[in-house]
């Protein structure tokens, strides 16, 4: 595992940031808090760094990609730092927080933003597949939140990320794994709120409906999908990851002290259906 050290470079920024990927800026400075993010190198964990970043909190990046994750944290100023680890393994990930431990003392957030989708039709998935989904999504996520809170003092705060899928069972794009994998997120969730709520941390789970991020890249340049999927969509649009990032903003904060155990859902209205 290496891992790199922002902390006494120059604030100014490398890469140039999507629009989309922008977020109203609250500039309150440092708030002496450390935020892992998970999965921070694209699309709504890079705008989780921006947001959390903006709102003061210091933050430690990990992707399994850390040239990506090196590249957003730099942009975001000079109190963060990155680290690598595929979040599959579960050596990597204690290495990782490790890591973090000795750099920054402790985690006050997690948000557990990594994820990785599969379209695979239902009767060609096999064993193989089903499981590397799991393994990523929900055994990644499970191992993020367990080495957090070794380093978590009471009142600290969680966030996962399932998606649209896990509560409908699919029927966007992806199929049966990545719906199992993520409606297993959203009661790992619960699992681990009961757990930890005698020591106020709270854990929740955020369930973004379709965004426009690398991800979903080849599947938001084919027309004729673009349009079914946005006439799935109430609002009519897939969402910004920085509209999605933001609710991860309010569950860290201190008006977001009383939500645990919640599915929080942002999705253009997509789940009324
Ligand atoms: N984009 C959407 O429409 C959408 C909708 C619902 C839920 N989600 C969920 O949101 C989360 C973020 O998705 P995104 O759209 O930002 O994806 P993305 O592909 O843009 O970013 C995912 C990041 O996770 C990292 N990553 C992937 N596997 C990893 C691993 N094994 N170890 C460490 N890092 C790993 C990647 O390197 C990448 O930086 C995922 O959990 C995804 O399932 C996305």
Request: aromatic residues 6%; glycine residues 10%; neutral net charge.
């Amino acid at each position: 595992m290496v891992f790199h050290r922002t902390a006494l470079r120059p604030s100014a920024p490398r890469i140039r940031f999507r629009e989309d990927m922008m977020t109203l800026q609250d500039s309150s400075g440092p708030t002496g808090k450390v935020a892992v993010v998970v999965g921070a190198g694209s699309g709504i964990g890079a705008a989780a760094v921006v947001a959390l970043a903006a709102n003061g909190w210091s933050i430690a990046a990990i992707d399994q990609n850390l040239d990506a994750a090196r590249a957003v944290v730099d942009a975001a100023g000079d109190r963060h730092a990155a680290f690598r680890a595929d979040i599959s393994r579960e050596a990597e990930v204690i290495e990782a927080f490790a890591a973090i431990a000795r750099t920054f003392g402790r985690v006050d957030g997690l948000a557990a933003c990594a994820g990785v989708s599969d379209s695979t039709p239902f009767l060609d998935l096999d064993a193989d597949t089903f499981a590397r989904m799991f393994a990523i999504n929900a055994t990644g996520t499970f191992l993020a939140m367990r080495e957090a809170v070794k380093l978590m003092p009471d009142g600290g705060r969680i966030c996962t990320v399932s998606s649209v899928a896990g509560l409908r069972g699919g029927g966007v794009f992806g199929t049966a794994a990545y719906a199992a994998s993520k409606g297993a997120i959203i009661a790992l969730t619960k699992t681990a709120a009961r757990t930890l709520a005698p020591r106020q941390i709270t854990v929740n789970c955020l369930v973004p409906g379709p965004v426009q991020t690398p991800m979903l890249d080849a599947f938001w340049g084919d027309e004729a999908q673009r349009r079914r999927v946005e006439g799935m969509i109430p609002l009519g649009r897939p969402g910004r990851a920085a509209e999605v990032a933001s609710a991860i903003t309010w569950m860290f904060s201190p008006e977001a002290a009383f939500l645990t155990g919640s599915t929080v859902v942002v999705d253009g209205g997509m789940s009324m259906y």
